[in-house]
């Protein structure tokens, strides 16, 4: 058996034939097929605008703009998330109060978001991440906003596609930010895409992902106008998404829900062939509602266990098996646990799991051998490490 890694894209014929179209059409960058692509999000997830961008941090950056966010704004976020979430809040100068998770979804913790709403005047935003493709308790949230003047800015990173009470991830807030970056559930190699409903932020974002320029080069070189006309109205960016990586994500997107359906299998798989060892598999809110399973993260049961979790990973790693952390949380990192002072015990039900879990791979491509290798590895490894009690 070869090594599985942790992920392996999936590329077909469709994506490469779209590609090479894209490269002999004369128009590599922001053009006709991101226009495509942002029509078809855009009716995927059921949803006002689609706005490609060249990466979920830079969807969240100028998600955060649009809203408003500057220098001393405070925003909320979750510990357990990939940096990006929260690094954001800090390019616009705001300042990041971060909240525990709840101990089975690993998502934001409500409870914890209305104590520290309580405890902090004036919150603008609330970034939830929808985590491992699960999405956060959003009608808390939107209670919640009932109570407090803020907007929420979904971190959708893993969640294409999901949907929540019946409804496509994309519509349910203010608005949210998916990743197209190479292992994510859909992929372009690089990108993302922001969706809102609101007219006044899409305005805005479509400004300043290119500069601060109020028409993009699409319409610049389309319309009627001379083709040099163009107004500077901010000092934008440069994160607008290349016809070349929409060309991908055209028939990635496609392949979403077959792509979902796949990862969901290998999940059930899992969860029947570890359901007798001293392991805690991920659980599901709401089986009636899409889980992306973008991420399929397994908690050792170490008080039953000889060994730890980075033994565990050592081990598998020799039996040919690659895996993941999904996430040493934000209060353990070095720049955030020193610049906001904080502390293990401010984020008990974090701290708890992040000693003791791991991602195993569970990407479409995985062949059935590869399935039962994993399996076969992880219940050898742990039947073998078990305390007898
Ligand atoms: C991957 C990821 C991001 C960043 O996505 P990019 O497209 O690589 O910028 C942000 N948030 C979460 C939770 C992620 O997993």
């Known amino acids: 058996m070869k090594f599985i890694p942790y992920s392996r894209p999936e590329v077909g014929d469709d994506e490469i034939a779209e590609v090479v179209d894209t490269l002999k059409s004369g128009w590599l960058t922001t ?3 991101t226009k495509i692509f942002e029509e078809n999000f855009a009716e995927f997830v ?3 605008y689609a706005l490609a961008v060249n990466s979920a941090t830079a969807g969240l950056h100028l998600a955060l703009e649009a809203l408003g966010i500057r220098s001393g704004d405070k925003v909320i976020t979750t510990v357990h998330t990939f940096t990006a979430t929260a690094e954001i809040i800090r390019y ?3 300042v990041p109060i971060f909240a525990d998770i709840e101990p089975e979804t690993y998502c ?16 603008k935003v609330v970034i939830p991440v929808h985590y491992a493709g699960q999405i956060c308790d959003m009608d808390s949230l939107l209670e919640l906003q009932k109570d407090y003047n803020f907007k929420i800015l979904e971190d959708a990173a893993h969640a294409l596609p999901a949907t929540y009470n019946g409804k496509m991830v994309g519509g349910l807030s203010d608005i949210a930010v998916f990743s197209f970056y190479a292992n994510k559930t859909i992929t372009t190699g690089e990108g993302g895409m922001v969706t809102t409903n609101d007219d006044k932020l899409a305005k805005r974002i479509k400004v300043m992902r290119l500069h601060g320029i109020s028409k993009d080069a699409f319409n610049r070189f389309q319309s009627t106008k001379p083709s040099w006309h163009y107004e500077v109205i901010a000092p934008g960016y440069k994160y607008n998404l290349t016809d070349i990586a929409s060309a991908i994500g055209i028939h990635q997107l496609k392949k979403a ?3 979902r359906d796949a990862r969901q299998k290998i999940a059930e798989n899992y969860n029947l062939a570890f359901a007798d060892l001293p392991l805690i598999c991920p659980k599901t809110r709401n089986s009636n509602d899409l889980h992306a399973w973008h991420i399929y993260a397994l908690q050792l049961d170490t008080d039953k266990l000889s060994i730890n979790r980075n033994q565990f990973i050592e081990r598998l790693m020799e039996k040919g098996v690659g895996c993941s952390v999904h996430y040493i949380p934000l209060h353990q990192q070095p720049y955030w646990r020193d610049a906001f002072e904080l502390k293990d015990a401010d984020f008990p039900i974090s701290t708890k799991i992040s000693g003791r879990h791991l991602s195993l791979p569970n ?3 995985m062949q059935e051998a590869e399935i039962e290798h994993v399996i076969k ?9 078990k305390i007898n009690d």
């Open 31 to 33: 053009g006709p097929k």
């Open 46 to 48: 059921d949803c006002k």
């Open 377 to 385: 590895s992880v219940r050898d490894i742990i039947l073998e490490a």
């Open 257 to 259: 829900h077959q792509y």
């Open 108 to 123: 934001i913790c409500p409870k914890s978001v209305a104590s520290l709403l309580a405890r902090h005047d004036d919150v």
């Open 92 to 94: 616009l100068g705001a």
């Open 363 to 365: 990407f479409p491509a």
